[in-house]
């Protein structure tokens, strides 16, 4: 047992280590998030130290002060999965995922201002006639489980999403340590399900356990896929294996290169907002695969790749041009190949590191 509870003190001072690197690396959204779950991992096992340890008793305001908390792991993991794929995420949806884990916190003030006796002696639990009644809901383990179970499930659902619609394909392969690691954590959350119900008796110490067994596996996958941890925008990785049995030689991969880039440079097709890879494949008489490949191999990129900067070009030269500044913004992205606001003004600060309307400053001052 003695162990057991050194093992968990330290996976709480390895989370803690590990959030304070992940936090401070960079300015990585997707790190921070991680290191947020990481705390919360590393905080609830401190409690759970000193519940083990006794200590508690002597500080007895800090019973349960974590526990609300780990109804962040599922919100922040779904979180996590769309910042690192570089999935948009709503105002609204940030409410609602967030939201719940916050409501559920709150609810747990009550239970706070109580007198340190009955804290410790847990008449409030025992009590029928108690107010905070409602509590043993959230602190009933099968809860939790099926509440986190239910945020991990989206997350897996977008991941095999961008893996069947051939979407975020850099993500999808350095972030390949991360859908690992889900898979194991449902695994475990089911397990931890089975032993709530079977083997009541050690539920707590085998989900104690899994959250420490989780703390090692991040760490695992910073070493096995730094660059994951050290980007600070979605991760681009050009899979060439899938091109090993290609028939293209290198000569006919130069050729279409150069026809491709000649294409590009003379007929400005990217200026038209219904451009694609099948329309150049198509006007190039090149199979669409063969020029996909080109694309991926020669010039490391993909498509939509080389068309958002030869966009954020044409935009910026239009920004230059118009000294008088009569043209409306949503007309400079018309024209230069975009089909809406957004996705200029994205792609623009993606690229140029500040927006459209930062950029038109900065010429004239």
Do not use: C
Request: aromatic share 18%.
């Amino acid at each position: 047992m003695k162990l057991f509870i050194s093992y968990i003190l330290l996976s709480s001072i390895h989370g803690f280590i590990l959030a304070l690197l992940l936090f401070l690396r960079n300015n990585n959204k997707a790190n921070k998030v991680l290191a947020f779950l990481l705390f919360i991992f590393s905080t609830y096992l401190i409690e759970v130290y000193l519940v083990n340890n006794g200590y508690i008793k002597e500080f007895p305001f800090l019973m349960l002060v974590t526990y609300p908390t780990i109804f962040f792991i599922g919100p922040l993991i779904y979180y996590y999965q769309k910042k690192a794929y570089g999935i948009k995420i709503s105002t609204l949806e940030k409410v609602l995922v967030f939201g719940w884990p916050i409501i559920i916190y709150i609810m747990f003030v009550p239970y706070y201002i109580l007198d340190s006796e009955i804290k410790i002696n847990w008449q409030w639990y025992n009590n029928k006639n108690y107010a905070l009644n409602y509590l043993k809901l959230f602190l009933n383990r099968a809860f939790f489980i099926l509440n986190t179970l239910a945020f991990i499930g989206f997350a897996y659902y977008n991941i095999l999403k961008s893996r069947r619609q051939n979407t975020n394909q850099g993500s999808n392969i350095a972030y390949r340590w991360f859908r690992i690691a889900i898979i194991v954590f449902i695994f475990f959350l089911l397990l931890s399900l089975v032993f709530h119900f079977v083997l009541s008796h050690y539920s707590a110490s085998f989900f104690t356990l899994f959250l420490s067994i989780n703390i090692h596996i991040i760490a695992y996958g910073t070493i096995l896929r730094p660059n994951s941890f050290t980007n600070t925008k979605p991760v681009d990785v050009i899979n060439h294996r899938k091109y090993k049995t290609s028939p293209l030689d290198k000569s006919k991969s130069l050729e279409i290169k150069e026809k491709f880039s000649k294409y590009l440079f003379e007929k400005k097709p990217y200026l038209q907002g219904t451009f694609s890879l099948e329309i150049a494949a198509s006007e190039l008489n090149i199979p669409k695969h063969h020029l996909s490949q080109v694309i991926n191999q020669e010039l490391n990129s993909t498509f939509s790749k080389i068309i958002k900067k030869y966009r954020v070009d044409e935009a910026s030269l239009l920004l230059e041009e118009d000294k008088t500044k009569e043209k409306k913004m949503i007309i400079i992205a018309l024209e230069s190949g975009f089909t809406d606001s957004s996705t200029f003004y994205r792609a623009f600060k993606e690229l140029k590191n500040m927006s459209p309307s930062t950029y038109r400053k900065s010429l004239f001052n």
